[in-house]
């Protein structure tokens, strides 16, 4: 891609701290050479990062359940509800999970789980106070489309849900199952989770309750890419509202990656991702959202030498080590690394090496 006059301009605005509007990312996305991409993602980045450090974190992916009553056509990993191959977790499983993670220097669940019909309201508070209290795990937990069933269950409002969740040991909330959050895409896609103001209207409950969350998308089914980019602003716009309580609420960090298409009725029908395209859009995710303060890499999805290359792409985070993962593994594509590995990646993309916990606090500075 050649440079243009209008690239230099949104690039030069970019550069001078000024923020892109959603045509100007739109541009940036379609046309910048990734050179230039790379310059403006970079420094935006280092606005609110070190310039010279990349975090990880040593955590544990726990889907306590995979019996699901949604049904999302992206998914290889549930079970229906009755399915006697589906499972939930026992204590005693959790404790050897939390056992090992601790034992690995984790700190750590990101808990998330199918929507299971057949748990009752007090499950979820008894599992939260079990982890956070008696085995000594921060709970990252529960994607929003749980969160809006739990409160259900509760028959309570979304804020008082959450209070309760919080007040039981819930330390933050992920941004699972945004996919991508624009309506006619979510209908297509996963029809029984509701549109994008279901997964807002949870973040933004969890932000007026001072409550940390992250963001995520998973773009590469059948988004356009103003589509991608009316994702980054409704994301952007609800920061900016979050930030102006002043209360600690807000989206701590964003995170992107392909849609992984084997095991699941769209294998063959879409595209392949590529290592550019996942440049390029995280890249633009990163100048777009100029109020969220991390992005993380991919590596997971997009493996090791892909995920160094995005730190140049504006990520300052390379997420977790994996030490279990079941969904995206499930579609046929995890990698995972050990904590030496993890440290030798980021150095050898010419940065320092910092543990982080879920919500970006220092564990150890490496």
């Not at 259900?152 to 945004?178: E, F, H, V, Y």
């Not at 590469?220 to 609420?249: C, K, P, V, W, Y």
């Not at 730190?311 to 390379?318: E, H, P, R």
Request: net charge negative; hydrophobic share 40%; proline share 4%.
């Amino acid at each position: 891609m050649s440079l243009t006059l209008e690239t230099t301009a949104v690039v030069d605005k970019v550069l001078a701290g000024g923020r892109v509007d959603a045509q100007e990312a739109l541009h940036l996305l379609e046309q910048a050479p990734l050179e230039e991409l790379s310059l403006a993602a970079t420094a935006v980045r280092n606005r609110h990062n070190d310039p010279r450090k990349v975090s990880f974190i040593i955590d544990r992916n726990v889907n306590y359940t995979d019996l699901c009553n949604v049904y999302c056509t992206f998914c290889a990993f549930y079970h229906k509800p009755g399915d006697k191959r589906g499972y939930t977790l026992t204590k005693e499983q959790l404790r050897q999970k939390a056992e090992e993670t601790k034992a690995l220097g984790g700190t750590g669940f990101l808990l998330q789980g199918g929507v299971n019909p057949d748990l009752p309201w007090e499950y979820y508070l008894d599992l939260v106070h079990y982890l956070k209290h008696d085995l000594g795990i921060w709970v990252h937990g529960f994607s929003p489309v749980e969160i809006q069933m739990m409160a259900k269950l509760s028959g309570q409002t979304l804020r008082k849900t959450i209070a309760d969740l919080r007040d039981a040991g819930l330390g933050s909330i992920p941004g699972g199952g945004a996919e991508v959050l624009v309506e006619r895409v979510r209908k297509k896609i996963a029809p029984l989770k509701g549109g994008p103001d279901k997964w807002l209207e949870v973040m933004e409950a969890a932000h007026e309750e001072g409550l940390k969350t992250t963001a995520t998308m998973m773009y590469g089914i059948t988004e356009t890419l103003a589509e991608r980019i009316e994702h980054f602003m409704a994301i952007r716009d609800q920061q900016d509202r979050s930030l102006a309580r002043g209360n600690g609420g807000m989206y701590s960090a964003f995170a992107a990656w392909p849609f992984q298409s084997g095991h699941t009725v769209w294998e063959g029908k879409l595209p392949k991702p590529t290592d550019v395209e996942y440049l390029r859009t995280i890249a633009v995710a990163r100048i777009a959202m100029d109020n969220v303060p991390h992005v993380q890499s991919s590596w997971v999805t997009m493996g090791r030498k892909t995920g160094q290359m995005a730190l140049a792409y504006g990520c300052d985070d390379m997420g977790s080590l994996m030490l279990e993962e079941n969904v995206v593994s499930a579609a046929g594509t995890c990698y995972s690394v050990n904590k030496g590995e993890m440290i030798r990646m980021i150095r050898d993309a010419g940065f320092d090496a910092w543990q982080r916990d879920n919500i970006y606090g220092v564990v150890d500075p490496s």
